[in-house]
C-alpha cells in the first residue's frame, strides 16, 4: 500500500493544478504537493529498508 501513495499523490496534485486553474483555492495543489512528497519518502524508505536488510549480530 505505500507503493500507491505516491499515485495518489499525483492524481491529487494534478486535480488540485486543474482545480486552481479553474479558480478554485491554491490549497489543493499544495495539499497534492505535500502528500506526494510525503508518500514519496516513505515509499522510498520502505523499498531502501528492503534491499540492505540489518545485519544480525
Known sequence: MDLMGPV?????????IETYRNGGSMGWPIAGAVLLVINS???WRRLARRRNPIPSP
Open 41 to 43: 519518502w516513505v515509499g
Open 8 to 16: 495518489i499523490g499525483v492524481m491529487l496534485l494534478a486535480v488540485g
